[in-house]
Structures are given as C-alpha cells and as structure tokens.
C-alpha cells in the first residue's frame, strides 16, 4: 500500500529541502507532488480560490497511489483553499497518511529564505503577505515541527515512522 507525507507550513520554512532529502532517502518510485511547481512552474497560475493546480494536483495524488511506493506532497497548501486536496488524500491513502506542519516563525523563515537559490525571486514582503499563520487542517492530524526541531532530526523522524509501518 502507497503511504502518503503531507509537510506543509509558511514560506522559507524548510519543506522542499526536507521533501527533497526524503526523496533521496526512500529512494526510487518516491513521488514529490510540490505546490510551487505544479502551480508556478507547470501552470504559472495564481493561487488561492479556483486555482487550476488543485485538479491536477489531486489527479498527481491519485497517480501516485497507484504507481509508487511513498508520495511527498509539500507546499503552502493553505488548508481552506485545498480542502479538497485533504479530502482527496484521505480517500486515496487511507490510514497511510503521515502529515507535518512547519510552526516557524516569520523571522526565521526569512532568514531561511535568504539563504536559498531562489531568493532573489521574492523577498520578506512577498512571504508576509503570504503568510498564514498556524494554518493546521482540521481533517487530518499533522505532526507540529517547530524552530527546535533541525532538519536531520525532522527527516530521520519522518523516515523511520513511514518506512516502520
């Protein structure tokens, strides 16, 4: 059965450096469904309300179920906006959803944003404006990652729940 990582949280927080590192580390058949780039790469398309990326977003996770062994969806993915995506999750994968929210605080996630390759492409004011604090889903239980938790920590966390069931 194909499990599902959900690592959501507010911009700058980690979530496609920790998607990315558990990819590597399940490695083959693993399936990273990223918000940023199926929504500003594959579609170059607004987000919020009617967004084109969660239909194709939710056809990703349909696919995924069925051809590779652990799927990672991350991003933003406010949870009013893709409530239709969680309720997709949970009809696709069952019990076999492992879900994790970054509770980081705008400063950091700034200072962490700096530090990246794309981060001449928006700055703290962009990252405000998305902001959306302690944005938890209330149909799915999400794990809280907080400032105190280091990425290796996270990452080895998260691999040895998934790949113990």
């Given at each position: 059965?194909?499990?599902?990582?959900?690592?959501?949280?507010?911009?700058?927080?980690?979530?496609?450096?920790?998607?990315?590192?558990?990819?590597?580390?399940?490695?083959?058949?693993?399936?990273?469904?990223?918000?940023?780039?199926?929504?500003?790469?594959?579609?170059?398309?607004?987000?919020?309300?009617?967004?084109?990326?969660?239909?194709?977003?939710?056809?990703?996770?349909?696919?995924?179920?069925?051809?590779?062994?652990?799927?990672?969806?991350?991003?933003?993915?406010?949870?009013?906006?893709?409530?239709?995506?969680?309720?997709?999750?949970k009809?696709?994968?069952?019990?076999?959803i492992?879900?994790?929210?970054?509770?980081?605080?705008?400063?950091?996630?700034?200072?962490?944003?700096?530090?990246?390759?794309?981060a001449?492409?928006?700055?703290?004011?962009?990252?405000?404006?998305?902001?959306?604090?302690?944005d938890?889903l209330?149909?799915?239980?999400?794990?809280?990652?907080?400032?105190?938790i280091?990425?290796?920590e996270?990452?080895?966390?998260?691999?040895?729940?998934?790949?113990?069931?």
């Amino acid at each position: 059965m194909s499990k599902l990582i959900i690592i959501r949280g507010n911009s700058g927080s980690g979530k496609s450096t920790l998607a990315g590192r558990l990819q590597r580390k399940f490695g083959r058949n693993t399936m990273v469904i990223s918000q940023d780039t199926v929504r500003r790469e594959m579609l170059w398309a607004k987000d919020g309300e009617g967004t084109p990326a969660l239909p194709l977003m939710e056809e990703l996770l349909r696919y995924g179920r069925r051809h590779s062994e652990v799927v990672i969806l991350e991003g933003i993915l406010d949870a009013r906006v893709y409530e239709r995506l969680f309720e997709t999750a949970k009809e696709e994968f069952g019990e076999n959803i492992f879900a994790y929210y970054y509770d980081i605080p705008f400063e950091e996630t700034v200072r962490r944003h700096n530090t990246r390759p794309k981060a001449h492409s928006f700055g703290a004011e962009d990252i405000k404006r998305w902001w959306n604090e302690k944005d938890f889903l209330g149909n799915i239980a999400e794990e809280i990652f907080t400032l105190e938790i280091r990425l290796e920590e996270a990452e080895d966390l998260i691999y040895n729940r998934v790949a113990g069931m």
